[in-house]
């Protein structure tokens, strides 16, 4: 004859991850009692569950160094402590970016490596250049070098934006200088200059003293120096960075007898390395289109122009052309206005796997693109055109840098068509 099963409501029919959540939270069968956080909150929980999930606590529990009755665990939040202990019960956890680094801290305690791994891919999914720097301090705070090294990767990928972010002011000393010292900053030194003069600036305020030099100088320390004068274009050195009397004058005068006297001799301080910069390519992501220029059934030499602007100042370090003629070369011309700026002739690199008709054509030196300001890309060719662009994007947007492109009434064209496939900025 078939018994009637007590009723229950926590056990029949639920998984075994809804029987222990149970377990935690109506605390039936605890062994162990924890005091957690400053308020000095009291969780029960299992010997059991928690070793099983954790090298930490089986040392804790079962190791000839057994802790018996209460334990206090003051360094994690009552909040955080809660949201791990579910974790460890049911493989479930919200991370959000407000408790992302404390979980982790509460993972790498207890050496949980799968909710590590977990906590390490959440924070390169959900990094953006305005919550890098919270994450940063956060991971800082908590001594987190991997959620560091992630953070600082990141940052200096997207160095153009991050710089420019609000939260930049935001970051600690130590947080800003491993941002700022890195070789692999892809941006410009008056970017990095500017950068870290604003948040001088913001740490006077924070500090309740006056925003003068000596003491911008005073918070900065040797920070100071992660920006490398050498190669700060002179206008920008002798105005600017002159001006706002920060940087001690005898190292100006050392950059300018280096740069100018090819004097060797500069102090240590002075990096003389230059920085690895990857500009960004702003496709116009048009339809690759064929075709002939041809006037009175003879090829005839044909000027394609295109107008750009930029939301914010940056530097053109080059284009992506189209192979138009045999020599592997583009002659070209960039104006403002009607002042050229650049007329060379410079050679295309190899084609891109994904892109077997476009090389890159890069400067020697890049150009100083201000904000608002329309400029003119002009390639000259004399060969067939068999490769255009047409019915190209007009706005571009990466980061924080927007781009305008529109039809220049110096082209030859009958109808806007253009060699460029993209431009290659950097703030």
């Given at each position: ?243 706002d009397k920060v940087v001690p004058p005898e190292d100006i ?175």
């Amino acid at each position: 004859m078939a018994v009637d099963l007590p009723p229950s409501d926590w056990q029949v029919g639920k998984t075994l991850s809804e029987s222990l959540d149970h377990l935690l939270t109506s605390g039936i069968g605890s062994d162990v009692t924890f005091i957690v956080g400053d308020d000095k909150t009291r969780f029960s929980a299992h010997k059991l569950v928690l070793f099983s999930r954790s090298p930490v606590f089986f040392a804790m529990f079962e190791g000839p160094m057994a802790e018996k009755g209460e334990i206090t665990i003051p360094d994690i939040s009552a909040e955080t402590f809660k949201l791990f202990l579910r974790y460890l019960y049911t493989d479930r956890i919200h991370l959000t970016e407000r408790n992302l680094v404390p979980v982790f801290n509460a993972a790498r305690k207890y050496c949980v490596d799968i909710l590590i791994s977990s906590c390490q891919t959440f924070l390169t999914k959900n990094l953006r250049p305005e919550n890098a720097c919270s994450f940063l301090e956060q991971a800082h705070l908590f001594m987190a070098e991997s959620l560091q090294e992630i953070c600082v990767r990141f940052m200096i990928q997207n160095a153009a934006a991050v710089l420019q972010s609000v939260t930049f002011n935001d970051l600690c000393l130590d947080c800003l200088t491993s941002v700022t010292e890195s070789d692999d900053l892809g941006v410009t030194e008056t970017c990095v200059y500017e950068a870290i003069i604003r948040w001088a600036g913001a740490q006077c305020t924070r500090q309740n003293i006056e925003p003068t030099p000596d003491n911008k100088r005073k918070v900065l320390g040797k920070t100071v120096y992660t920006a490398r004068y050498l190669h700060v274009e002179e206008d920008y050195l002798l105005g600017r960075i002159c001006s706002d009397k920060v940087v001690p004058p005898e190292d100006i005068i050392d950059v300018i007898n280096h740069n100018r006297n090819k004097n060797p001799s500069v102090p240590e301080k002075l990096n003389l390395r230059k920085r690895s910069v990857i500009p960004i390519k702003f496709h116009r992501n048009g339809y690759l289109a064929s075709n002939s220029f041809l006037l009175g059934g003879q090829t005839h030499e044909a000027d394609e122009a295109l107008c750009f602007r930029s939301s914010v100042d940056v530097f053109l370090y080059g284009f992506g052309s189209i192979f138009s003629n045999k020599k592997g070369s583009v002659d070209f011309k960039i104006l403002d206005g009607d002042n050229c700026l650049v007329e060379a002739s410079k050679p295309m690199s190899e084609p891109h796997p994904d892109a077997p008709n476009i090389g890159d054509v890069m400067f020697d030196t890049p150009i100083k693109i201000l904000a608002g300001k329309t400029y003119t890309l002009l390639e000259h060719s004399n060969n067939p055109v068999y490769h255009h662009f047409e019915k190209c994007a007009l706005k571009i947007t990466r980061q924080h840098i927007s781009v305008e492109i529109s039809c220049s009434p110096r082209s030859s064209l009958s109808s806007w068509k253009a060699h460029v496939a993209y431009l290659l900025l950097s703030g």
